[in-house]
């Protein structure tokens, strides 16, 4: 397997996309159907914790899961999230991180491969929230030239799968792919993988 990317790129450009939300757009919907923004961002918050302690080899002891409740949410998500994703970065700097296995949720998986699910995530959702808050998302070539061959390598899901594989349903990671145009850049071809129409607006 190709060497992880760095994730610090991504989750920086998450960063600044998660602080500029405002109140007022945390009902607005996303492209996870399920999901309104407040949802979506208790997801990211969630989610980047577990996949620090992923890469720590640490478990999570209580900490909050992916889930994607908004009333789950703190109100210090603005600084909470950016800097939560800071530490995801750098655990997953860590040589130590690529070795052996880690717990990905609920699977077991080679640290190369759950540092690909974290990165992957982290690019994709960061799309569902600029899509859903009407940013602009600079995404990051290398991360996505990374995720792209990681997820075209899985068989597509049925069309009446439900859940993905950090448990949203609809739109979720893995879900039902979207057909895109023949001349889609990298980021439009992963996002139509992922069960995403890099069309949507909110």
Not at 59 to 83: H, K
Not at 133 to 154: E, I, K, M, R, S
Not at 178 to 202: F, I, K, M, Q, Y
Request: glycine share 10%; net charge negative; proline share 9%.
């Amino acid at each position: 397997m190709s060497t992880l990317p760095d994730l610090t790129p991504t989750a920086r450009e998450l960063a600044r996309l998660v602080a500029a939300v405002d109140d007022e757009q945390l009902t607005g919907p996303t492209p996870c159907p399920d999901y309104r923004v407040a949802d979506l961002l208790d997801h990211i918050h969630g989610l980047t914790i577990a996949f620090t302690h992923a890469a720590t080899k640490e478990p999570l002891s209580g900490a909050p899961g992916p889930s994607g409740d908004g009333a789950r949410l703190p109100d210090s998500f603005r600084t909470d999230i950016p800097a939560e994703l800071d530490a995801l970065a750098a655990a997953w700097l860590d040589p130590a991180a690529l070795e052996g296995t880690t717990m990905a949720g609920p699977i077991e998986m080679p640290g190369p491969e759950a540092g690909l699910v974290a990165l992957d995530e982290i690019v994709v959702h960061a799309w569902d929230l600029a899509a859903a808050t009407g940013q602009v998302y600079a995404a990051d070539p290398t991360a996505v030239d990374a995720c792209l061959g990681f997820v075209a390598a899985f068989e597509a899901p049925q069309e009446d799968s439900d859940a993905d594989s950090a448990g949203e349903s609809g739109g979720g990671l893995f879900g039902p792919p979207v057909a895109v145009a023949d001349n889609a850049s990298a980021l439009e071809r992963l996002l139509g993988l992922t069960g995403r129409d890099p069309a949507w607006r909110g």
